[in-house]
Each structure stands twice: as C-alpha cells, then as structure tokens.
C-alpha cells in the first residue's frame, strides 16, 4: 500500500498506542505467574500477536475480546514438539530462545528472513559452551537444552533483548541466579522495564549493583493490569507537533521507566540548535530524530551502529529516503550526521523499506513536503492504527 501526503498540519486530542515492550513482558509475565491473568489496553500488533501466538504454541490459554487478553498458563510448556512463530519481531525471538532452552525438548522458531538475519550470537555461543543444539537456517532456529539457574555473564554492548529473555528463564527456573553484565550497558532502560513487569507478579529480581542482576527464588502470583502508554511510538505522533500541528497526547505515564521518554527532550534540542544527542540507551528514536533534525537545522547522533539490526538498516534507509527530497544523512563511526537541507518531493516514490519507523518518520516529513510513500502496511508491526490516527487528526493523506 502506498501513502499520498499533500502539505498539512494536524490539531485534535488523541491517546497514546499501548507500550509494545510492556505488552510482551506483560503477556509473558502473566503465563510464568502460572496464574490466570487479565491485561487490558493491549493493541494488536504484529509484534504482539506473534508472541501471543509462541505462548499458545507452547500450551498456554490465551483469549482476547476487545483490547482485553486473558492468560491462563496452567498447560503452559505442555506441548510436545511446538514450533514458535515469531514473525517479524525481534523482541518475541530474542525472549524466547531462552525459556525454550529451559524445556529439554527440540523447539523450532520461525520467523523472517530479515528476522533470522539479525544477531543471535550470544545464545548461539551459550548453547555451545553448554553443549545445547543450536541450528539455524534463513527462516528458522531450533533449539533444545536443559538451561539450569546459576551465574551468567552477558555483554551490555548488545541488544538488551537478549539480558530480558535470560531474566524471563531464569525467573521460570525458579532458583537463585546471578546475571553479570559486561559494560558498557546499553538500553538499561529496557532491563528496568522487564525488571518492572516481572515484580508485578511477585518475582524477586533486581539490580544489586551497577552491573549485576540477581534473580532469586520467588512465589509468583497473578496480576491483573493496563498496559501503559507508548512513548516509542508517541514520538512520531509528536514531531508533527514540531512542524506546525498542533496535537494533544495523553495515555502517557509522567513517571514511565520506557527509556524512549527522552524524545521530548531530545525534540527541543533539535529545535532549539543543531545538538549531539547520544542515541546508545534509545535506537527505536533513531528514525524520527533524523526526520526532525532534517526538517530543523540538522543535529549530530551518536550510538548508531546497532541501527544496522533493526528491521532495516535504518541510518543507509533514512539517508536514502532523506535523498530522494534532495538531502541525505553523513556516516562516521558509531556516528550519524544529519547536516542541514533543503527538502523538496521530486515526484520520485519514497520507499518504506518493510520498516514501520522508516514509514512513520517519513510521513512526518511528507506532511511538510507533499508526496508518497510505498509499503506502508509495516505499521502493522507497531502502530497498526497510525494511518487512521492521523487521518482523524486532519492529516491530508490519501490510502492507495
């Protein structure tokens, strides 16, 4: 599907999307719980139905009416030989891996070519050092393992993903556990937000030091809650805001853990000069802070290399979108310069490169410059409602 921008600004009142990264941990804190649980404001995104669909495969009860999802866990892990279907989403996978290396049966996750190409170095080489079966192809990896509690050691250096689905085993295996974390610790925000999910349901996990997590044993019980409001996906909603709209957004936490809170910080020093912003601790911002400073006055970024692993290579997307209006983005290393440009639709077709934060930061810029963008259905990933929302804030844009 394709999107036609004509130049337009926004006004109205509108409700932040439901935290995608709150909903997984939620969905599967509640299933570890081993107690029936009901979580409400959950939004059906692709990412989230997929880690839906690996908690049902794996035996858990999962309803759905509405936004409300009714976990009942009591057959959870009872499945004989499951096959997990990720999709696209890389949370979904990461988080996985591990507690499927708890269950000592050969399991299979699926997912897309993209997906599988993303790293998954560190439970490839835990898996070797345990002597577990790690097999993976383009569209699959299987695994099988007795993962035990214990100490463990991880790089922080690397996607956080992979920290938060070694805490979900480790809380499933329900004995004391050590995880050390090799700085530098990137995204520590995302550890607080599992951390945060998982107390809910009466786990016993937490910091102890700067660098160390314990996991101790813990009598888990069932929570009953709202997923709280999106800030990831609040900030596309937002920037518009900093080209002339004017939109109101509530359903947002003032005390959230969400590390992605930032960007309201971030936007007024992108309008106010042409800043350094370190982007180590928030790459899902990457995207639309580009699409801002383009449309200012330019700003350097920092902490860019793990854009490469996203759902596209965001930072070579970007510039090549940016380049198509006649601007583009300067590589450096582990740095990104957006300088100052001039953009202007040339009637050449902007592609979304099957990414839903390329799509939606594009569209920012479209509504200042007029014209179109491909491939906009990977929204669905994330923000399926995006389209709408904006078209019911006035958004002069045409569905194709």
Avoid at 78 to 92: D, F, I, K, Q, Y
Avoid at 93 to 106: D, N, Q
Avoid at 332 to 341: I, S
Avoid at 369 to 383: D, M, P
């Amino acid at each position: 599907m394709n999107a036609k921008f004509k130049p337009c600004s926004l006004k109205g009142t509108i409700s932040a999307p439901p935290s995608k990264s709150m909903a997984h941990r939620y969905l599967i804190g509640a299933t570890l719980s081993g107690q029936t649980c009901s979580l409400s404001g959950v939004d059906y995104s692709e990412d989230i139905l997929a880690s839906i669909d690996c908690l049902k495969a794996l035996g858990a009860d999962i309803t759905t009416e509405n936004d409300i999802v009714t976990v009942n866990p009591e057959c959870f892990t009872n499945a004989e030989s499951p096959v997990l279907e990720c999709r696209e989403s890389g949370s979904t996978l990461r988080f996985f891996i591990p507690l499927a290396l708890c269950l000592g049966k050969e399991i299979t996750l699926k997912g897309s070519k993209r997906l599988l190409e993303r790293p998954l170095d560190v439970y490839e080489e835990l898996c070797r050092e345990k002597g577990f079966i790690f097999k993976k192809d383009e569209n699959s990896v299987t695994v099988c393992g007795c993962l035990t509690s214990g100490n463990y050691k991880i790089r922080g250096d690397i996607s956080s993903q992979f920290i938060t689905g070694l805490i979900f085993a480790l809380v499933y295996l329900g004995a004391d556990s050590v995880i050390e974390i090799i700085p530098p610790f990137e995204s520590r925000s995302y550890i607080n937000l599992t951390i945060s999910a998982l107390k809910s349901f009466g786990a016993n996990v937490d910091f102890t030091d700067e660098y160390t997590i314990a996991v101790k044993k813990s009598k888990l019980q069932a929570y009953s809650g709202r997923i709280e409001g999106d800030y990831s996906n609040a900030a596309f909603l937002d920037a518009f805001n900093y080209n002339g709209s004017a939109i109101e957004i509530n359903n947002l936490k003032p005390d959230s853990l969400q590390g992605d809170r930032v960007y309201q910080d971030y936007f007024e020093k992108i309008s106010a000069g042409t800043p350094t912003l370190d982007i180590s601790d928030c790459p899902d911002l990457g995207p639309v802070l580009f699409a801002l400073a383009a449309l200012k006055n330019g700003a350097v970024f920092t902490g860019t290399d793990r854009l490469k692993a996203k759902e596209s290579d965001r930072g070579a997307a970007m510039h090549e979108e940016l380049a198509k209006l006649g601007g583009g983005l300067v590589f450096g290393d582990n740095m990104v310069t957006v300088p100052k440009q001039k953009l202007k639709y040339n009637g050449v077709v902007l592609d979304g490169h099957n990414d839903h934060r390329i799509v939606m930061a594009m569209s920012v810029i479209l509504s200042q410059t007029g014209g179109e963008i491909a491939g906009i259905e990977a929204v669905r990933k994330s923000y399926p409602g995006f389209f709408e929302d904006i078209e019911k804030l006035g958004a002069e844009v045409e569905l194709q």
